[in-house]
């Protein structure tokens, strides 16, 4: 309809590849700014990163289970951040994504934008024939009673930034190095070990391109959909 074309708005779809945790914050940021003064557009990053432990703003010491002796044997770098949230894991074959995007006034909401992410991922997960849901007490997307993606985020002039860790094909031995989310005894999952093979990243990404933009009403630019070649970290 009319109303629908005029309320769907354009989004920048920027594949990262793998992106070190410094220069993707890099790219957020700048993206936030442009979009604050109203200027360039919403962009959806998505990307891998190499092994890193990232620190939420609720993040307490004792989620950081492992010695930096440890951590530094096994190439895992620790990141303090300005997202929600408690300590989690990034790397190879996690599919992270940045949405920045600015909320429209009925969507002004942070827990709203949260549980949005949420919906975004079940239904994802539900394209790959995984019975996702929400835990009653802790955020993010659970399989049954093991936790398959993470959402952290940082709303400024309701301009979003952050967002969320889904396991695709991730080592999930990298989590006993912390308290995934300061949960002590939380079990990871991933979409690989549920469905019990390999998955395609790319097909993945576009499956999270295509429910994003169905949910919040964008219109994905697939001819601008960018590939950074030299984005490595």
Known sequence: TLIAEICTMALNVRDLDIIAYGEAYALQKQTVE???AGKGSETLFLLEHPHVITLGRNASTSSLITSA???RRMGVT??????????????PGQLVGYPIIKLEPARRDIRRFVNDLEEVILKLLSDFAID???HRVHRGV????????????RIARWVTS???ALNVNTDLAYFTLIHPCGITGCQMTSISRET???VDMKIVKETFTKRFS????????????EHEVGAHG
């Open 34 to 36: 442009k979009l604050q």
């Open 69 to 71: 002796d440890v951590l």
């Open 78 to 91: 620790v990141v303090e951040t300005d997202r929600g949230g408690d300590a989690t894991y990034h790397g």
């Open 132 to 134: 996702g849901r929400r």
């Open 142 to 153: 659970w399989v049954e009673n093991r936790k398959i993606a993470s959402v952290g985020i």
């Open 162 to 164: 952050h967002g969320f």
């Open 196 to 198: 019990s093979a390999t």
């Open 214 to 225: 169905q949910f919040f009403g964008r219109e994905p630019m697939t001819d601008a959909i």
